[in-house]
């Protein structure tokens, strides 16, 4: 007599022809997507899973593409890389061996550049907070700072004074735009404080005004911000130049969308569509007024764009397995990885690409959670995959900005990064282990249990 089965209710499975065959929709090819071959399961074999991976080649070509958006004659453009945006220091100098600069907002990033041999002339220190002795640190080194308030003027012409030398300076300038303008930062131009701001400078001789600086929001789906940014930056110029200054950079910031697909709550209304060279809009306002208007310069301008994840997110993939398999009542079917929002926090505005390497036949409507011992865990909801099983690898894409920055030390270890180079793939950051988590912790003698190791060995010294 045949074995009975647990009775399972009803229910529909969606079927995709395109999943048949030899061009299955999830059959992730090796280095798909990536400059590089590679597998995923040799590669989670060889390092550990979960794995993220960064792909050399796709991250200087995507440079070198987001640089020719931007460049046109008689502009001298600079990319200044966004550092908060993911400061792994492999990646850092990859950008910088493509001749970006270094955009930091605080003195640890600051003092990463330096440590990775930036010149100072090639760092923009931007933020609302810049401590005394990091403006001191700045200057001495030539970093341009842009301003952000009428006390940190005050501020920097001290450590300018304090070290005998002159600062560069720009000014952060925000203006009205939208439902939700971000006017927190820098000086308004719409209530003349950037006007203000420049009168002030032009009075202190130990500061040298270079930058007209506008950084609009951030993932900016809508290129028309860009064409008021440097719409009012020229104006800006206009009004430096009756002031005696001669600013000749135009620094417009980040924000400046990738191809990840924000969750509906955070996207246009219905939806956008980001296929193709979807930076042409941005260069194509940014450079026409900007042409049109050399002859308010002294020299040829400098155009700065500081971009973080229209540049990285396309270049680094995570790597995981499924570790759980279960039916959740009045879900359906559920998957658990070892990767979750301790490591992906970005799972939490973006429906991430997901795919695995096996191919593919029957595909299914499921949840995928993270391993943490949270409600909130959720990698994917409602995603169709193939009908995949404990111990299969799952592959998610577009990871590279605000994962690695914003990761929490939190249950889970962080796992290691693996750069895919000519030389074959390269640690670039081990995994963390759990000493490392408290290596900074100590347990007073007095508290220490019988039996209690921690403190005690060479691991936690």
Not at 23 to 46: A, C, N, S, V
Not at 72 to 93: D, E, F, W
Request: net charge negative; proline share 8%.
């Amino acid at each position: 007599m045949a074995k009975r089965l647990p009775y399972e209710p009803p229910r529909i499975e969606q079927l995709q022809a395109a999943t048949v065959g030899k061009h299955r929709l999830f059959d992730l090819q090796p280095g798909e997507g990536f400059e590089e071959p590679h597998d995923p399961q040799t590669l989670m074999q060889q390092f550990g899973s979960p794995l993220f991976v960064l792909s050399e080649g796709a991250l200087r070509a995507r440079l070198r593409g987001f640089r020719d958006t931007f460049s046109a004659p008689g502009i001298q453009t600079v990319v200044a890389y966004s550092y908060k945006t993911n400061y792994l220091p492999a990646l850092c100098s990859i950008l910088h061996e493509e001749g970006a600069w270094a955009e930091v907002v605080s003195g640890m990033e600051f003092d990463l550049a330096r440590a990775l041999g930036r010149p100072g002339a090639e760092i923009i220190f931007n933020g609302p907070y810049k401590r005394l002795e990091e403006l001191e640190r700045a200057i001495s080194a030539g970093a341009l700072v842009n301003l952000d308030g009428f006390d940190e003027i005050e501020r920097i012409a001290q450590a300018a004074r304090n070290i005998g030398q002159t600062a560069r300076v720009g000014i952060r300038v925000n203006f009205k735009y939208g439902a939700k303008p971000w006017t927190r930062f820098g000086f308004s131009y719409d209530e003349q404080e950037a006007r203000k701001a420049l009168e002030r400078i032009a009075d202190l001789p130990e500061l040298r005004l270079e930058a007209l600086h506008n950084h609009s929001g951030t993932f900016q789906l809508d290129h028309k911000i860009y064409a008021r940014a440097i719409e009012v930056l020229l104006d800006l110029q206009k009004q430096a130049r009756e002031l005696g200054l001669s600013p000749y950079i135009i620094d417009l910031g980040g924000g400046y969308p990738s191809s990840n697909r924000l969750k509906p709550e955070f996207d246009l209304p219905g939806g956008s569509t980001r296929g193709g060279n979807l930076l042409a809009p941005f260069g194509e306002a940014v450079l026409r007024p900007l042409q049109a208007a050399l002859d308010l310069f002294e020299r040829p301008p400098i155009l700065v764009l500081e971009p973080g994840r229209s540049v990285v997110d396309a270049c680094m993939r995570l790597l995981c397995s499924v570790v759980s398999e279960k039916r959740i009542a009045g879900r359906g079917r559920a998957l658990v990885v070892d990767a979750g929002v301790n490591i992906l926090p970005t799972a939490y505005w973006y429906d991430h690409p997901l795919d695995t390497p096996l191919g593919a036949g029957r595909t299914e409507n499921v949840d995928v959670f993270g391993p943490l011992c949270m409600q909130i865990d959720v990698v994917r909801e409602n995603v169709m995959l193939p009908d995949l099983h404990t111990g299969d690898p799952l592959v998610i894409d577009n990871v590279g900005a605000y994962t690695l920055t914003q990761s929490m030390q939190f249950i889970q270890p962080r796992p290691a990064v693996v750069l895919l180079g000519p030389d074959g793939p390269e640690v670039i950051r081990r995994a963390e282990r759990w000493q490392d988590i408290f290596a900074m912790d100590s347990v007073p003698q007095r508290l220490r249990q019988p039996g209690g190791t921690f403190g005690a060995g060479p691991e936690l010294a």
